[in-house]
DNA sequence: ACATTTGCATACATACGTGAATGTAAAAAA
DNA sequence: TTTTTTACATTCACGTATGTATGCAAATGT
């Protein structure tokens, strides 16, 4: 074959990444060879070699393109909202939304249920600060709404950071072991709705 | 070498499990021949095959130590109580305290972030039985305890299951991130003691 | 006591994946 | 236009994992 202009590079740059999302999902990363995705991508094993340096390299940056920190989601929301607990709660109604999107839920079931650490990555670590990122930023919130005395009475801030924190881990992670059964930004709001109602001093105007 | 007696194969069984657990751990399922199992346990690929078909066969075996069905540890508690609400903290306390044993810490950490689906195998079938096992018991203890009219009013019972479960599920993926960062069966009792007070009509008894 | 089976170790055949080296034709630079 | 890169394709050398076949001595059955 002929070589490719710039544009139609990226584009089979772009086409790789986009095979190596599909193959990765379908049969986990460690049982698929370099091979299998230039070729699902219609391209060879040289092509991959010239836009990524291996195997770890083109893991890292199909994930670089979906990251998504907390803050950003919030402040994709548009407008600033004066109750942190209103906050908190458009910012997970982002970030469920988002995580329905085909790429991004592919993606998400790549890093937690099809792949091990491997080489120098280690997907454990990108976990974690996924959910470090997530939990100081509900430690902001959830302490502001302490002090604006938004959260009911008896109950300690760090307590209700952390019980947020842990729905939301344990509702994606539910969700990805079976994304096609129902819809996460459904039921994960609802229960979200329900937590934050529990902690709220006034139920009646987070209870939905 | 010689022979072994049926007493000494059993113990080179238990050995190869032993180390499966180790290599897997330290390597990720994925990462690790038989070959380093074997010369991990002092043996060669001849005993694995001998006592396993295959990797994926050894893999179950190992699985297959730690499994607890949730029903078991209530009944291991002991006497049978009152509220379903008490038999609902029980048997979390019990389910963590066991988490906590090097042995099943292992084969966790394993299961949920060192192997990927294989084989015939599928470590996320496994997850899901045992989730869909949690939320079955759940669903009948917070179903009784709304009949005996235990839950806050106004909290509907499967919202009450799916949040607890979703907290359950996600002390142990976060936990399991970095068991030795913190001890599970504190951090845990206690988010799970703030929820069960925070579902209960009678707020005083549950709050510890 | 002898035959048989067991519990491995060793050897072999096969397949596959990687990474690097090399080739090459067109695009971009000069 | 000529030269130089670029964007891959092809080939090769190497290591490594798997499954099976075979060997063998001691334990076990008879």
Redesign the interface.
């Known amino acids: 074959m002929a070589r490719r202009t710039k544009a139609e590079a990226e584009a089979t740059r772009e086409a790789l990444l986009e095979a190596a999302e599909e193959v990765f999902f379908e049969k986990?990363?460690?049982?698929t060879s370099l091979e299998q995705i230039a070729r699902h991508a219609g391209m060879t094993r040289g092509a991959v070699y010239w836009h990524f340096h291996n195997k770890a390299d083109l893991f890292r940056a199909m994930l670089d393109r979906v990251r998504m920190p907390f803050e950003a989601l919030v402040a994709e929301t548009g407008a600033s909202h004066p109750s942190p607990l209103e906050t908190v709660r458009l910012g997970f109604q982002q970030s469920l939304l988002r995580m329905e999107q085909p790429r991004h839920r592919r993606v998400l079931a790549i890093l937690i249920?099809?792949?091990?650490?491997?080489g120098d990555i280690d997907?454990?670590a990108v976990?974690?600060e996924m959910?470090g990122e997530c939990l100081d930023a509900l430690e902001g919130y959830f302490g502001e709404a302490q002090r604006l005395g938004l959260l009911k009475e008896?109950?300690a801030t760090e307590?209700a950071t952390?019980?947020m924190?842990?729905?939301?881990?344990?509702?994606f992670?539910?969700w990805l072991?079976?994304p096609d059964a129902y819809s996460i930004h459904e039921?994960g709001m609802?229960?979200i709705n329900?937590?934050l109602a529990?902690?709220s001093r006034d139920?009646t105007d987070t209870?939905r």
Request: hydrophobic fraction near 40%.
């Open positions: 986990g990363v460690a049982r249920h099809r792949c091990e650490f491997f997907p454990c976990q974690a959910a008896g109950i307590t952390r019980l924190q842990a729905i939301i881990s344990g509702i992670h539910d072991r079976d039921r609802a229960l329900a937590q529990l902690i139920e209870s």
